[in-house]
């Protein structure tokens, strides 16, 4: 993700270590030449690369880490991965709401927590809503996979969000507007925080407003001033944050989050990494916390 590349705002020390802090009301993841050979080859090809993730996921033709199916959802590509047959299987299906789902996301890097989630009965599913900013085109689109993911495809009608990044702007989004439909939210280093990403001028378009209209409207459209409904709804919230981040500081995010969070009266986990930015580092995506975290939610909620 581009960005600018500004100063961490000051702000309390995260601490020089990984650490995990809780937050609560109460106190502050051979082409062969022989003919039978290469007949075989040319059969058993395509099964070896379905079976990596790698070719197109059936339907639209969108690429995902693992098997699963694309469609259309108002005339926007979804998808959703499903357990397969020799997994465990739940009535109706548990999910994570991945976002942001983009033209290459998700990616390789989450196949490991996928497959985790999956072996555990939870479905995958995201729409791509475009560079949306969490505004209200976007959500309307929301709405609509959250309806067709629970009346035709047996999905739980409160879902576990996982936003990567900018997923987080939409998320959270629709989330305040819906905790009903909510069972968790997990972050990896999210964007709660529209003036620190991208930018009120550049996430103005998205929303069909001047950066000035946009600023004055910011706290109906902004994660960081929209938490009083997940708290009220008693909604648990993870993130895992790097403290270099210097494209979407702990501090402005995450950190904002945390703290306003545990004001309103909500649980929350930070997990913060030292001397980590935002990156590719395989611990953001193989983390077990976070994992277990969509595990022991994915189905409690639901009761």
Not at 28 to 49: A, E
Request: proline share 8%.
């Amino acid at each position: 993700m581009s960005g600018s590349r500004e100063p961490v705002p000051s702000g309390p020390d995260w601490q020089a270590q990984d650490q995990i802090i809780n937050y609560s009301g109460c106190g502050l993841p051979s082409d062969s030449n022989n003919f039978t050979l290469t007949v075989m080859n040319r059969l058993l090809l395509p099964l070896v690369i379905a079976l990596l993730g790698l070719l197109p996921s059936v339907g639209t033709g969108k690429q995902l880490p693992l098997p699963g199916k694309s469609f259309q959802v108002q005339g926007q590509t979804a998808f959703l991965i499903l357990p397969g047959q020799n997994q465990k299987q739940e009535s109706p299906i548990p999910w994570v709401w991945y976002a942001p789902t983009l033209p290459n996301l998700p990616g390789k890097e989450e196949r490991w927590m996928f497959q985790l989630w999956l072996d555990q009965g939870i479905a995958i599913a995201g729409i791509d809503v475009g560079e949306s900013y969490g505004s209200p085109a976007g959500r309307k689109l929301y709405n609509s996979l959250h309806k067709t993911l629970v009346a035709d495809h047996g999905l739980a009608p409160r879902a576990c969000l996982l936003g990567r990044s900018r997923g987080g702007l939409m998320l959270y989004n629709w989330a305040s507007e819906n905790p009903d439909k909510v069972a968790c939210i997990a972050g990896i280093y999210p964007v709660c925080n529209l003036a620190s990403w991208p930018g009120l001028a550049r996430a103005c378009g998205a929303y069909g407003l001047s950066a000035d209209g946009l600023g004055k409207t910011l706290e109906d459209h902004n994660p960081i001033d929209r938490l009083s409904p997940l708290a009220k709804a008693m909604i648990p919230v993870f993130h895992i944050h790097g403290d270099k981040d210097r494209v979407v500081p702990l501090e402005a995010n995450s950190g904002t989050v945390a703290k306003r969070y545990a004001k309103l009266g909500g649980t929350m986990t930070l997990k913060v990494i030292r001397n980590q930015g935002h990156n590719m580092w395989t611990g953001w995506f193989q983390d077990q916390d976070l994992v277990d975290f969509v595990i022991t939610h994915a189905t409690d909620r639901q009761k």
